[in-house]
């Protein structure tokens, strides 16, 4: 336990609820426990019945823990995009110490700083991204902790929701008998792992088609600039396929995943299978070059209102391109459409971790990666509270983050129970 870091993620979606265990060891990402289980009370990132939430998460956490063997108390939240604002804000404050070093005090109290911005009544702060730091009039400083100065600044990327759906959400996990560690926008976590350095540089945007929405997220100059929601995703492929081959709708999603081709140029007319008829005791017989065109025109509406949405946003330029991820990305021929409609380079991302190899698990996986390296930034990579329990174990204590002032976890930063807390406080104001 000493020398592996345990996390758990939680990547609530629209159309399925997502939980994977973590271990990490010498900065190598293990996946031990993996739960997945279909989503009954959200609807395009909003809770519509806190009831079917709870039971969902409780069927994901309940197949995670029979996975590896453990208790899981503590959840990495991932809080979808939907209604959420970018804000550029800025902070200033005076460095404190008597010999001018910059520390993880002055950091805290620089981006605390760039909070106090005018927030409307039903909104809530979420995260802030440090863009880059400025001492003394340096610019471009990625950490100036241990650097000598009087001034330091911060341009920072501050990320806000609608307190209504993130209220929600905290109170499914609540009461689905977990702990909050940390609470992170999906994009931001998923966005920063299924990018390269180059991508998130130049200018690239990251898609991930859920089963409910598609979410819209611009990288730039190594940072997250944009993000919205598209309400088209999956599903409505499976509503299609289901209305014009008049077949249950479990039976066109297994159509759409066995026999799907998003491609219509480069689908199989030879290959024929029979759909069971609503109604009548019969069953009628098409190709994968026919449910290809009906799959291929929904995506390319989705893709016509990317291409829309990137323009409202004042996206005109991509040099990275574009990076597909979520749950229909496995679908076959979807690259190649999206190369024809949207005329740019194109390619699937897919976590490369035993277990978790399909795009549905980008999110989780990211979320993962995402606190981590938070930790290693702040020093507390070493000291994260026990986030699961083996079991018929005894409760193994939190431990503390408490140290001297000259410690370098001095450095540490507001706890997730702190900012569950506070969020609470706010929204019953």
Known sequence: M??????????????????????????????????????????????????????????AVAEAERMAGMEIQEVVLGIPASQASIHQVKGVVAVQS???????????????????????????????????????GVE???????????????????????????HNL?????????????????????????????????????????????????????????????????DHMTKDLSIVLKTPTEHAEQIKRQYGHAFYDD???????????IGADMKEQYSQKYISEIIGVRLEELFEMV?????????????????????????????QLARHVLQTRVRIYTPDYIG???????????????????DLYYGLANSTPSVILARDEAPLKQKSKTTTASDSSDESKESGLSKLKRIFDRFLE
């Open 2 to 59: 000493n020398s592996s870091e345990l996390y758990v993620s939680l990547d609530i979606g629209s159309s399925s609820i997502k939980v994977i265990i973590g271990e990490i060891n010498e900065q190598i990402v293990h996946i031990i426990g993996v739960g997945n289980a279909k989503s009954t009370g959200i609807r395009k990132g909003a809770i519509v019945d806190i009831d079917a939430t709870v039971q969902s998460i409780k069927k």
């Open 170 to 234: 905290l109170r499914c996990v609540e009461r689905a008998g977990l702990h909050i560690r940390e609470i992170y926008l999906q994009p931001l976590a998923a966005g920063h792992f299924a990018l390269t350095e180059d991508e998130k540089n130049h200018g690239t945007t990251f898609i991930d088609i859920g089963g409910g929405a598609t979410t819209i997220s611009v990288f730039r100059n190594g940072h997250l600039t944009h993000s919205a929601v598209v309400p088209v995703g999956g």
């Open 140 to 166: 471009e400083i990625h950490d100036p902790r241990g650097m000598i100065g009087t001034r330091l600044e911060v341009d920072a990327n501050m990320i806000t929701t609608s307190k209504t759906i993130l």
């Open 356 to 374: 978790v190899r399909e795009p549905q698990f980008s999110t989780a996986v990211g979320l993962i990666q995402y606190i981590y390296k938070e």
């Open 267 to 277: 689908a199989s007319e030879d290959e024929l299978f029979e759909v069971p008829v």
């Open 307 to 335: 291409m829309e949405e990137l323009f409202r946003l004042g996206v005109r330029d991509l040099p990275g391109g574009i990076v597909l991820s979520g749950g229909v990305a496995k679908l076959e021929g979807l690259a």
């Open 98 to 136: 008597d010999d001018k070093e910059v520390t993880g005090k002055d950091l805290e109290r620089v981006l605390d700083s760039a909070k106090v911005m005018s927030i409307p009544p039903e909104r809530e702060y979420l995260n802030i991204i440090p863009v880059q730091y400025i001492l003394d």
